[in-house]
């Protein structure tokens, strides 16, 4: 059913603790797996800076998750992708129809209406523009599954 899973990780521990189902259904369905950071960048007069401080260290940490799948015996490989004027969920979904995806697997962080309309919301935006079915691992069930060895 699944041969290619995009796990779309923003380095939070919300998306961390997506990673166990990631890695269940690729070992149940024998898929491939895309990992996806999107580096956020303002863009002005001064150049592209990121939005998180910590960009180079978050990208560390996906590199690692990315190795430590492939460590447990998955098919795995890491995209970092740059948003300036695009949001982040339409990059992996444009992402998911470039490679053919047939899930996208995202951590929610479980914010209310408001807080989603301020800062936007990646899942949100999936589900309205992705051409597979996504995966949103709520913040409650998620925290009940062991994180990645």
Known sequence: MFSSIIWATD???????????????AKRFLARVVVVHV????????????VLADEPELEVKVREQTDRL????I???????????HTPGDLIA????????????????GRGA????????????????????????PVHAAAKQPALD
Do not use: K, N, W
């Open 39 to 50: 580096d956020q960048r303002f863009v002005g007069r001064g150049g592209g800076y990121p």
């Open 94 to 109: 444009d992402l998911a129809r470039e490679i053919d995806a047939d899930l996208i697997v995202v951590g929610s962080h």
């Open 11 to 25: 380095g939070s521990t919300h998306a961390d603790r997506a990673l166990p189902y990631v890695e269940e259904l």
């Open 70 to 73: 492939v460590e447990h015996g």
């Open 114 to 137: 408001i807080a989603s309309a301020v800062v936007g919301s990646v899942t949100d935006r999936l589900l309205r523009v992705a051409s597979c079915p996504v995966f949103a691992v």
């Open 75 to 85: 098919d795995a490989s890491c995209r970092i992708l740059t948003a300036t004027m």
